[in-house]
């Protein structure tokens, strides 16, 4: 499976952002895809995740509250909508799957990975 990330940008903190992840090349009904960041000199950090054929989502406790992940089946599309943006919320986002039916928040547990799109916040 092919992923394409979209949507990041340079915005002010309190602004929102939706970022996007486009997938093609098979059905995703037994995948679990999901988002993760990685800031300058930091670790790649999970962010998020959705099972595709429920729609379960998962979080990082960092994040809840402030970002929503959603899936749109008839697009293929996933879709990160963060709101109230901190600098801290600075990095490359990247979109992640898997075949799993089970949720992951390990990098090593997900085989498929798009470009990263840049979100940058300042204060």
């Known amino acids: 499976v092919q992923l394409q990330a979209s949507g990041g940008g340079l915005v002010q903190a309190g602004e929102s952002l939706r970022l996007f992840c486009a997938a093609s090349g098979r059905s995703l009904n037994n995948y679990v895809m999901a988002w993760f960041r990685q800031a300058p000199e930091k670790e790649r950090e999970f962010v998020a995740a959705v099972r595709w054929y429920d729609g379960g989502t998962e979080y990082a406790e960092s994040v809840l509250g402030r970002f929503t992940i959603s899936h749109n089946n008839a697009k293929n599309t996933v879709a990160l909508q963060i709101v109230n943006l901190k600098p801290e919320d600075t990095a490359a986002y990247y979109c992640?799957?898997?075949?799993?039916?089970?949720?992951?928040?390990?990098?090593?547990?997900?085989?498929?990975w798009g470009q990263g799109t840049l979100v940058t916040v300042s204060s």
């Open positions: 992640a799957a898997s075949v799993r039916w089970t949720m992951a928040t390990a990098p090593s547990d997900y085989r498929y």
